[in-house]
């Protein structure tokens, strides 16, 4: 089923989007999201899909661990205090999401050191830590 996002819904997107990116932290579900963005739970869900690529339960997920990221670059909260900061609910589900995204735990994430990324401006440093449901397929090497 093909989906057409009009102009007007995209600017009603991007006010749920924009929800998303600024209280990440808070509880929102689909029908928060939809009220933001003056539609049906429904028709937001396929919307939001057509418009961005991924469900909106899946964008805020992937803020959620990028704001994870930063926390835990900066070592001074626990992987369950960060997990609750960022408005997890479910530390295991936090774990294997962020274990999704960025390919290692969120434990061996915070244990690391992240002194090549001192210097790098924060919005940059954004940009370079983003994690990403839309990587390139690794290449086999070829015997």
């Not at 057409?4 to 929102?28: G, I, K, N």
């Not at 936090?94 to 001192?118: C, I, K, N, W």
């Amino acid at each position: 089923m093909l989906v057409c996002v009009t102009p007007d819904d995209l600017a009603h997107l991007r006010r749920a989007r924009d929800l998303m990116d600024r209280e990440y932290a808070r509880p929102l579900d689909v029908p928060a999201m939809a009220r933001a963005a003056l539609m049906s739970p429904s028709h937001f869900a396929r919307q939001f899909r057509a418009a961005y690529g991924e469900t909106p339960y899946s964008y805020l997920m992937t803020r959620r661990i990028e704001r994870a990221k930063a926390l835990l670059r900066l070592g001074t909260l626990s992987v369950t205090e960060v997990c609750v900061e960022v408005g997890c609910t479910s530390l295991g589900s936090f774990s294997a999401r962020f274990t999704e995204l960025v390919g290692e735990t969120p434990s061996a994430y915070r244990a690391r050191a992240h002194d090549a990324l001192a210097g790098v401006p924060g919005c940059h440093l954004m940009g370079l830590t983003r994690p990403s449901r839309f990587r390139e397929a690794t290449r086999s090497p070829r015997a």
